[in-house]
């Protein structure tokens, strides 16, 4: 609630209708300004208050809100969420056309004989890579990494990947985004609940913030299915990765370099 407060107590300022800390805290000079923003309510709850100058501030600039209605939901998200980016780096995010990225890389399709003949044979050819930035164990966050253990033939694209999600995130976004919750690489095991061997097993695949993105969750579920991380997968689709989740709307937290 409180980064919502900040966005708030932002848009009244701009309006000139507000003077105080912009301090995340809904106090009273904070309750006066929204209530001298014309046709609000006073009797409607705090929260849709909030939500509504969130929406008019969004639509004002030019970011789709929907109706001014303050009630929060997906679209209020993304413009909220648009917002606190306009704010933090003084710009608007990026429009996203997949359809445009010309992916530098084109990997095998998963389990072809083009597939096998490329990586060659399950847990061989692996190589440990340096993380450019420092990641954190999914299943126990009080560890770190910097290393990732993956396929040779992976290695520089994996490289390249990372350090552009580094570049175009920073470290504070990284952190609070989860882009750094690592859920693992290598791993010589079958697909979860399949009878086929999981591209984990060539040390082709990396999985990140599982506990937000789970196996059977879809894009009403998924962390990494909203908007806020378009960049995060313009970084992937660019070297040719593939989302599971973003091909086949399940596994958001899986990402592989084989064709599907």
Not at 3 to 30: H, N, S, W
Not at 48 to 71: F, T
Not at 85 to 99: D, K, T
Not at 123 to 133: R, V
Request: net charge positive; glycine share 8%.
């Amino acid at each position: 609630m409180k980064e919502k407060i900040i966005v708030v107590q932002r848009l009244l300022a701009e309006k000139g209708l507000y003077q105080g800390e912009i301090d995340g805290i809904l106090g009273p000079e904070t309750l006066a300004a929204i209530h001298k923003i014309e046709g609000m309510n006073p009797q409607l709850p705090n929260t849709r208050k909030i939500a509504a100058i969130i929406q008019l501030g969004a639509n004002e600039k030019g970011i789709e809100a929907g109706a001014v209605d303050g009630l929060w939901g997906t679209q209020t998200q993304f413009a909220f969420e648009e917002l606190v980016f306009l704010y933090q780096h003084g710009r608007r995010r990026s429009a996203w056309r997949p359809e445009e990225i010309v992916p530098a890389n084109r990997w095998p399709r998963q389990n072809s004989p083009e597939f096998h003949e490329f990586y060659g044979r399950r847990g061989e050819n692996l190589i440990t890579i340096d993380a450019p930035y420092e990641l954190k164990i999914a299943w126990d966050l009080r560890l770190r990494a910097r290393k990732i253990t993956c396929h040779r033939k992976v290695a520089e694209s994996l490289t390249k990947v990372l350090e552009n999600v580094r570049n175009t995130y920073g470290e504070n976004d990284i952190n609070s985004l989860r882009l750094n919750y690592f859920g693992g690489s290598y791993n010589n095991r079958l697909m979860r609940g399949g009878t086929q061997w999981s591209t984990h097993s060539w040390g082709i695949a990396v999985d990140f913030d599982p506990d937000r993105n789970r196996l059977r969750w879809g894009r009403d579920h998924a962390a990494f299915a909203h908007p806020i991380y378009n960049e995060w997968w313009r970084c992937w689709e660019e070297e040719g990765w593939v989302s599971l989740g973003r091909r086949r709307n399940f596994d958001w937290m899986h990402i592989q370099a084989a064709e599907l």
